[in-house]
Structures are given as C-alpha cells and as structure tokens.
T-cell receptor, first 115, second 112 residues
Framework: GAVVSQHPSRVICKSGTSVKIECRSL??????MFWYRQFPKQSLMLMAT?????????EQGVEKDKFLINHASLTLSTLTVTSAHPEDSSFYIC???????????FGPGTRLTVT | GESVGLHLPTLSVQEGDNSIINCAYSNSASDYFIWYKQESGKGPQFIIDIRSNMDKRQGQRVTVLLNKTVKHLSLQIAATQPGDSAVYFCAENWNNFNKFYFGSGTKLNVKP
C-alpha cells in the first residue's frame, strides 16, 4: 500500500510554454502533498506544501505564480510550471502523507527538460 | 528552509563491508529524522527514522545513530550489498508537522 504515481515521467517542452505534472496517491487519501525539485547531483529542495482544498504554502524563494499548485482532491495534486525556461529543467518529485502522519510516500519523479 | 548536511561526499566500499554514512544538521530544534535512499532516476525510499528522544535505532541491516550534542546523524549499513548502491539523504523535521528538509546526500558505491 501507499503508492504514489506521477505523470508524466518525462516531458520536454519549449521555452515559454506551460507544463502540468500530476501526482496521485493510488491507494490512500493524502491530506497533504509536497513538491520537491532536484537538480542533478543535488538534494531535494522542498518547493511547497499543499493541503487538500486549500492554497499551497510555498517555501521562501519559490515563485508561486510560476509554480502553480492545485490539490483539488484527496488523491490528486498538480504542479504547473508556467512560462517554462531552460533553468526550470529539473527532476520534480512529489510526496504524499496521510492525516496525522509524518511519513511521506514519494512518487517516482518527473524529468522536465525545457528547450 | 534550513540546510542539512552541507557536503556531497562519495563513499566507496567493498561488498560485504559495513558502511557508515554521516549527516550534519543545523537546526537544534529538529526532533525527527529520516534516512532515505534514492536510486538514479527514482524517488526517495524510506529506510529508517529516529526521534530526538532516542540516540540509536536499529532496523534490518541498518542502524541510525543520533548525537544531538553535535547535531550529527549517521546511518550504518551492515554487510553492504551491490543493491545498496544509491544516494542516501537524511531529512529533518522540527515542530512542523510532516514537513521535511533534506540534506545534500552521500553517494554510496559498492564494489563487487
């Protein structure tokens, strides 16, 4: 149990376009989902925390208008990278947790390449 | 967020040897820690956790040690196997219900 999926696994988009990444909890209800970004050979950087039905909380330095997060249901959160630029190319990873639980279940990640 | 583990060392060990991976954390208020394993191109996998009221916790082939005095965590892997090759991260949490900050990681190479 506690499986998290992401879609797509890889995406290539042109500079200036927007791309949406989905994160789904497949067999549990996730009251909280997290989005991380990871550059090559670096650590995971927490971007934002989203709770179902409310606005996401962004970490310092993360542009909320550029990285739109929607947590519309207990099993789905989406991250939209708007007006993507090559420097947005990265590995984006989501995680999900149940209510009253510290444990996070991670998705497999999405590799975004902006050309 | 706070930074945890300011290095990215690489540790090479021989198959069958024990491995020790270290992590320094900076927030003395941190009270819960998790070690994750990340294989190339995949999301992190939970290995073991420890709360600040403990200084040692053991799992299957893994042991986590916590030294709050010097803000240091270590992960010990017994009888390291080729399948243990990955990047290992520690992550910390402080008074912030299930929000974690990751350290810079250590790459473990296991030589057959």
């Amino acid at each position: 149990g506690a499986v998290v999926s992401q879609h797509p696994s890889r995406v290539i988009c042109k500079s200036g376009t927007s791309v949406k990444i989905e994160c789904r909890s497949l067999d549990f209800q996730a009251t909280t989902m997290f989005w991380y970004r990871q550059f090559p050979k670096q650590s995971l950087m927490l971007m934002a925390t989203s709770n179902e039905g409310s606005k996401a909380t962004y970490e310092q330095g993360v542009e909320k208008d550029k990285f739109l997060i929607n947590h519309a249901s207990l099993t789905l959160s989406t991250l939209t990278v708007t007006s993507a630029h090559p420097e947005d190319s990265s590995f984006y990873i989501c995680s999900a947790s149940r209510s009253s639980s510290y444990e996070q279940y991670f998705g497999p990640g999405t590799r975004l390449t902006v050309t | 967020g706070e930074s945890v583990g300011l290095h990215l060392p690489t540790l090479s060990v021989q198959e069958g040897d024990n491995s020790i991976i270290n992590c320094a954390y900076s927030n003395s208020a941190s009270d819960y820690f998790i070690w994750y394993k990340q294989e190339s191109g995949k999301g992190p996998q939970f290995i073991i956790d420890i709360r600040s009221n403990m200084d040692k916790r053991q799992g299957q082939r893994v042991t986590v040690l916590l030294n709050k005095t010097v803000k240091h965590l270590s992960l010990q892997i017994a009888a390291t196997q080729p399948g243990d090759s990955a990047v290992y991260f520690c992550a910390e949490n402080w008074n912030n219900f299930n929000k974690f900050y990751f350290g810079s990681g250590t790459k473990l190479n296991v030589k057959p």
